[in-house]
């Protein structure tokens, strides 16, 4: 019989339209708060319910740029004890990263 790892959840970060903190952005989402609102990022589109990370698209690298540290702070990690090979990172967007 193969053998499951365990996984374990050492730290968290959030950066979203709701706030660009976890305790914040926790605490909008208790409250029953939605990061939605009517956007129209590009003149070429029609307005849509986005949740904007600010006033306009952001890109993935810049993302993680905003989330690494406060998830490394959280989980107590320095960043050179950060390149282990068996981590991962769970990223949630509308984009479908």
């Known amino acids: 019989m193969e053998q499951e790892d365990d996984i374990w959840v050492t730290g968290m970060s959030l950066c979203s339209a709701l706030s ?12 029953g708060q939605s990061g939605l609102s009517i956007q129209q990022p590009f003149a070429e589109l029609s307005p849509w319910p986005l949740g904007l990370v600010g006033h306009s698209p952001i890109g993935l690298q810049s993302l993680l740029d905003r989330v690494l540290p406060d998830l490394l702070t959280d989980a107590q990690l320095e960043p050179h004890q950060f390149t282990h090979r068996k981590w991962g990172v769970a990223i949630g967007s509308s984009r479908g990263y």
């Open 20 to 31: 660009p903190t976890l305790s914040e952005g926790w605490l909008a989402l208790l409250q």
